[in-house]
């Protein structure tokens, strides 16, 4: 008989007992018992005259003692009925497991299991080891809360078998046959099951059609109408480069909500997720669609804690520079409690970190420094910060310098480059000219005889205190659309 | 079990309501150290019924009503099956078998207590004076919720990294790891609205619970990190301030802790006027002998005092307790000395243990008293070189007004300025120009000020063309009598 290792212990304990059953293997065995020492042993013990106990005389001794042998002797057969069975089912799991093991997501695993289940329940034994033979199957069944109630008829089942109706295989096996095989839960227990209109589990999808629009749920959704990983892979794909090609927004943003929706009835939880996430809340981010920016951040937040690889330093930036636009100081300081040191070395982390730390000291030099250098797309977030930002430094400047600045200084120390990319000394002055007409600094202008344009901060106090306060009041926190 | 009815009957007839309290409380008092034990094992389940009504009913020495005994009937009810869980938690653990202990289902069954305690208030059988009753309810509520999520997330720990991840999969439902603590909460909020919504007569209102149990409220939110909620407490508090008896009319401990709670609430939202006066109502007033509590208050009272008053807590305060000097005497000998390199290595230090208590942000701002001292001591060294300047009235010594910017940014490199560098060996001097921007304007997160005397560091104006920084002559540094 071929065992797995794992059996080994429990074969062992088959010496115990070579019974007289009549459909014992070797069916020739009548009445002579051949006992293994152990018990011979004990036995013999319960003779010994050290161990008699007043009040017990030997008649009695012989007969507790058979009843006792004999009682033994029916849990072995018990259980050694159990574990034929047993073993036979296990050959057909195993066979099963290597077919199924190619399908890589769980749930689909899980779906299969179940499947596999219903046909060995047909084979009327299944033992309640065999949830056991893999650990994946078992902790499957953990995870539905399904196995319980097979276990429990097994459970019965067991104690069935035990009560000494039939103590033996063959015995059973007659049974089965004078009624016609049938199993032993009568119950129409697998389609029952399959037909069950509260499935709590995670459902595989069958549409193919890659492309769906959003739609909200109001009940749960028919397999027919969700994607499955390969064609949501196929999906991202595509939106991304529609993205890039098109630039439409209401488009894109539709199809990413539809996937993140499919893969989250899917309880799909890998790279996909966080990459579905992460382009949305890059080109919301793009757009400045701040409400889909959050929902995506908080989900990613939960993905990554998950350890599934994506770029968490980028998003990590990301939510440090959003939390210093919201002036959060709770957000921050659980932000900053969340840091590991290894986020903390991240260059664009390390910027991000800055920018906070700037703008917390109130030194504008650095922070339009570091505007003029965020990583990745901070920039956009950061754009959001500026205009109030300036307004603010506009203040500090008209409160220390006297009695002017040339608008030159201003453009610089603000950050108005014109082009970026490529910065010319003047280039700036006009937008910054602009912004400084926009908040009321118009009457402080001037323009010198030799071409050089002033600004006269010591008279514009008032104008860009009051516009500091006004800006740093209004900041929506939910940054909805 | 006799000691207990005793107690019991006693308070009954005298009013005594935290004596009362004693005989639910899941502590034993220490002159009958093994009560719980005996009003267990006194009993059973079956005669538990018969032997509840002897006592209540028709004990001879108590003169219940037949509401008020059937009340107490459920609470004592409640409270043998919580025994029962307790002694075999307590057995569990100090057989240290602590995983055996199931504080899950203390939790449960002290959960039970509760609900009987509070039917008897919200039926009104329970009078006023009973009410450390619910002080009682609650704060075990609390412990036994702590220790049943400790023990949670022990045995998630334990049962290896494979469940765990299994566990994660609820990251998306926000499924916590502090489901009893929360739970918990939500029951004493219940008790909250009991007090807050009884309509009787102040002199029998169990309004006078309405202290203690929104600072257990407080506790609970702050150790659940959902701090805003408290603000509904205090809001729904200020909103009922009318017909709700003066703070000061409660009794000294639940002054000082709700003072401080508010206090601590008022500086989170960077509040720092309300927040210096919470506080240091809550530090006066705090028993002496406390000396953990002082040091929870002055946690937050250093902080809020550098910034609303620049003052930095002496030595000697900080020498009462061996945190508050680990904590803050690194940075306050940098802030003094003016040395931005120790600062800066001090705030990296702690900083793990300033975000944790929440004044990471707040003691960041140290830095501009730190630069003020620092422009300060430019302004002193200056003096003698310049004396020809002033003409001078008796007494008043001559300094020099005009400092130039290169000579603030050679400041700045000592005291370990990096960041005033321009990446090339030079100084960016505009970016000095901006801390001394800063410092003459009134600190910029300091707006919310209300009560603060002094607003800006330092008097002044940076002329740039010329390249110095003109300070004005008399007090340009307010409040450091320069």
């Known amino acids: 008989m071929q065992m797995s290792p794992s059996y080994t212990a429990v074969a062992a304990r088959q010496t115990l007992h070579r019974p007289d059953a009549p459909p014992a293997p070797e069916p020739a065995r009548t009445q002579k018992v051949s006992w293994t020492p152990g018990v011979r042993g004990y036995v013999q013990r319960a003779f010994d005259a050290d161990s008699a106990m007043i009040g017990v005389d030997l008649a009695e001794m012989q007969q507790r003692l058979k009843a006792n042998l004999i009682k033994t002797e029916r849990e072995a057969l018990a259980l050694s009925n159990a574990q034929n069975a047993h073993i036979a089912n296990l050959n057909a799991s195993t066979s099963y497991l290597s077919s199924g093991a190619k399908i890589p997501e769980r749930s689909i695993k899980r779906k299969n299991e179940d499947l596999e289940t219903t046909d060995a329940e047909e084979d009327a034994i299944t033992p309640p080891w065999k949830k056991h033979n893999t650990n994946k199957g078992s902790m499957e069944d953990r995870m539905t809360g399904k196995s319980k109630k097979q276990d429990k008829k097994q459970k019965k089942n067991d104690a069935f078998r035990a009560n000494g109706l039939g103590t033996n295989a063959a015995v059973l096996e007659k049974r089965k046959q004078r009624f016609g095989y049938v199993s032993p839960e009568p119950s129409s227990h697998p389609s029952s099951r399959n037909d069950s209109p509260e499935r709590t589990g995670p459902l595989v999808g069958t549409c193919q059609i890659v492309e769906k629009s959003y739609f909200r749920l109001t009940a749960p959704p028919a397999p027919d109408t969700v994607r499955p990983?390969?064609?949501?892979?196929?999906?991202?794909?595509?939106?991304?480069?529609?993205?890039?090609?098109?630039?439409n927004y209401n488009y894109v943003c539709d199809q990413l909500k539809s996937m993140r929706q499919d893969l989250?009835?899917?309880?799909?939880?890998?790279?996909?997720?966080?990459k579905v996430y992460e382009s949305h809340a890059r080109i919301a981010l793009e757009m400045k669609d701040l409400g889909?920016?959050?929902?995506?951040?908080?989900?990613?937040?939960?993905?990554?804690?998950?350890?599934?690889?994506?770029?968490?330093e980028e998003f990590t930036a990301y939510r440090i520079l959003y939390t210093v636009y919201t002036c959060n100081r709770t957000d921050m300081n659980n932000l900053l409690a969340d840091l590991t040191l290894g986020d903390k070395q991240k260059p664009a982390v390390q910027h991000a970190l800055q920018v906070r730390s700037a703008l917390a000291s109130g030194n504008y030099h650095k922070f339009f420094r570091l505007y003029l250098d965020a990583p990745f797309m901070g920039a956009y977030l950061l754009d959001m910060v500026v205009e109030r930002e300036r307004i603010a430094a506009m203040a500090s400047i008209c409160k220390a310098y006297k009695p002017d600045v040339t608008l030159r200084f201003i453009a610089q120390e603000l950050a108005f480059f014109g082009d970026v990319d490529a910065p010319e000394p003047d280039a700036g002055l006009p937008q910054c000219l602009e912004f400084l007409c926009q908040h009321g600094g118009e009457p402080f202008v001037e323009r010198k005889e030799d071409g050089d344009i002033r600004f006269h901060t010591g008279k514009a106090i008032a104008v860009f205190e009051g516009q500091r306060a006004a800006a740093f009041r209004s900041v929506d926190i939910k940054g909805q659309i | 079990m006799e000691a207990l009815w005793d107690d019991f009957a006693t308070a009954q007839n005298t009013c005594n309501g935290y004596l009362l309290a004693t005989t639910i409380s899941p502590e034993a008092p220490a002159t009958d150290p093994a009560r719980l034990y005996n009003f267990n094992r006194g009993t059973n389940a079956y005669s538990l019924q018969t032997d509840l009504r002897y006592k209540l009913q028709y004990n001879p020495s108590l003169h219940l009503e037949k509401k008020e005994a059937a009340a107490w009937h459920e609470v004592f009810t409640a409270f043998y099956a919580f025994t029962g869980k307790l002694l075999a938690a307590e057995e569990a653990q100090t057989a240290s078998r602590p995983r055996e202990?199931?504080?899950?289902s203390v939790y449960d069954s002290w959960k039970e207590v509760l609900s009987a305690v509070y039917r008897g208030y919200s039926g009104n059988v329970f009078e006023a004076w009973t009410i450390p009753c619910l002080y009682v309810v609650?704060?075990?509520?609390?412990?036994?919720?702590?220790?049943?999520?400790?023990?949670?997330?022990?045995s998630q720990r334990d049962s290896g990294l494979a469940f765990g991840e299994?566990?994660?999969?609820d990251a998306f439902g926000a499924a916590s790891k502090n489901e009893k603590l929360e739970d918990a909460a939500r029951q004493i909020n219940?008790?909250?609205?009991?007090?807050?919504?009884?309509?009787?007569?102040?002199?029998?209102?169990?309004?006078?619970?309405?202290y203690y149990t929104a600072n257990l409220l407080f506790k609970t939110y702050f150790r659940l990190n959902s701090i805003p909620l408290s603000k509904n407490i205090l809001r729904s508090l200020r909103a009922s301030a009318s017909d709700t008896p003066e703070l000061s009319a409660y009794p000294r401990a639940h002054q000082v802790t709700f003072k401080y709670y508010s206090g601590v609430i008022a500086f989170l939202e960077e509040d720092y006027a309300s927040a210096e006066e919470l506080l240091t109502f809550a530090y006066e007033s705090c028993e002496r002998r406390a000396t953990r509590n002082l040091e929870l208050v002055l946690m937050y009272l250093i902080p809020t005092k550098m910034l609303t008053a620049h003052r930095l807590p002496t030595r000697q305060l900080l020498q009462t307790s061996p945190t508050l000097d680990r904590l803050f005497s690194p940075l306050c000998t940098a802030i003094k000395r003016a040395d931005l390199r120790a600062f800066n290595a001090a705030l990296e230090a702690g900083e793990d243990e300033f975000v944790k208590r929440r004044i990471y942000l707040t003691l960041e701002r140290g830095r501009d008293i730190l630069l003020r001292n620092l422009f300060r001591k430019v302004f002193i060294a200056g003096e003698v070189e310049d004396a020809k300047v002033d003409g001078g009235g008796v007494g008043a010594v001559a300094k020099r007004t005009r400092i130039p910017v290169r000579e603030i940014a050679a400041a700045l490199r000592m005291a370990g300025a990096t960041e005033i560098d321009d990446g090339e060996g030079g100084v960016d001097t505009d970016e000095v120009e901006c801390l001394v921007a800063n410092a003459i304007y009134k600190d910029s997160n300091l707006q919310k000020l209300t009560i603060c005397c002094e607003q800006n560091h330092m008097k002044g104006y940076i002329a740039r063309d010329r390249g110095i920084v003109v300070l004005s002559k008399t007090g340009a540094f307010p409040g450091t009598g320069v």
């Open chain 1, 229 to 247: 990983l390969p064609v949501l892979e196929k999906a991202l794909n595509l939106i991304r480069n529609k993205w890039k090609n098109e630039h």
């Open chain 1, 264 to 274: 989250t009835v899917q309880h799909i939880q890998n790279e996909l997720t966080v």
């Open chain 1, 292 to 312: 889909e920016y959050n929902q995506c951040q908080t989900q990613l937040r939960a993905l990554y804690k998950m350890s599934i690889p994506g770029r968490s």
């Open chain 2, 101 to 104: 202990a199931d504080w899950s």
């Open chain 2, 138 to 154: 609650g704060k075990y509520l609390r412990i036994f919720a702590i220790k049943a999520d400790e023990q949670a997330a022990a």
């Open chain 2, 166 to 169: 299994l566990q994660e999969e």
């Open chain 2, 190 to 210: 219940r008790i909250f609205a009991l007090c807050l919504g009884d309509r009787s007569p102040l002199e029998d209102s169990r309004k006078w619970a309405l």
